[in-house]
């Protein structure tokens, strides 16, 4: 069975500082994706890590992925308050799109 | 283009009563997944469905089915309402080519009684 791991779950950082989410997966996996989601909203769609060594960059998030050591990170730089949400990583199970998610991570960026 | 598109957006139910909810998938996609998301926690794959025809299953038992129609919009039903069947349910579509990522409707929050 595949499980999803994040860390650390719930995170409280202030503006102007770098941190990272960890995503640990169990077993092999062709996709890895990050989601971001605002409370009572759905999931929108941020990074799609395809290959090992894959890393995607979109403003202040930069992801990356390792397949040899099953781990992806989300990388957050100078994190401002329209970061504050949960972000949670995802996993193809098989090539059909049935992902398996993490706990997600609850990110709350304070001024 | 349009988007994914869920109704309704909030239900209120009672216990063994039935739900039926339903999703519209983005243009051109072919292919609907739904999704059960508790207080909380992470969405879980609830089943797939590709052409019209189941296509995965996670582990949610029977009383959980649904259907996808030939423009590939989708239904899902719940009979027999359980308590801890309140949360959110997504529907993601995505077309069924390699390296496609799923596009995840506004959801419906369903609340049992």
């Known amino acids: 069975e595949l499980k999803v791991e994040q860390n650390p779950l719930f995170l409280s950082m202030q503006e102007g500082k770098n941190y990272t989410i960890y995503c640990n997966y169990s077993t092999t996996s062709d996709r890895l994706y990050w989601y971001r989601q605002d409370p009572g909203k759905s999931l929108e769609s941020l990074f799609v890590l395809l290959s090992n060594g894959a890393v995607k960059q979109e403003g202040r998030l930069m992801a990356s992925l390792d397949t040899k050591a099953r781990l992806s990170t989300l990388h957050i730089t100078a994190a401002v308050h329209d970061l504050s949400a949960t972000y949670f990583c995802a996993v193809d199970r098989a090539s059909g799109s049935r992902l398996t998610f993490g706990e997600g991570t609850q990110l709350t960026v304070n001024p | 283009e349009t988007g994914v598109t869920q109704s309704p957006t909030h239900l209120i139910k009672t216990r063994g009563q039935q739900v039926t909810l339903r999703c519209s998938s983005q243009?051109?996609?072919?292919?609907v997944s739904w999704y059960q998301q508790a207080l909380g926690q992470g969405p879980q794959f609830i089943f797939q469905?590709?052409?019209?025809?189941?296509?995965g299953r996670g582990n949610f038992p029977p009383r959980f089915s649904g259907l996808q129609f030939p423009n590939y919009s989708s239904e899902l039903n719940v009979n027999a309402l359980e308590l801890d069947d309140s949360a959110l349910y997504l529907c993601?579509?995505?077309?069924?080519?390699?390296?496609?990522?799923?596009?995840f409707g506004p959801g419906t929050r369903l609340l049992v009684l």
């Open positions: 469905y590709y052409r019209e025809e189941e296509n």
């Open positions: 243009s051109g996609h072919n292919t």
């Open positions: 993601a579509s995505s077309y069924s080519g390699w390296k496609e990522t799923q596009y």
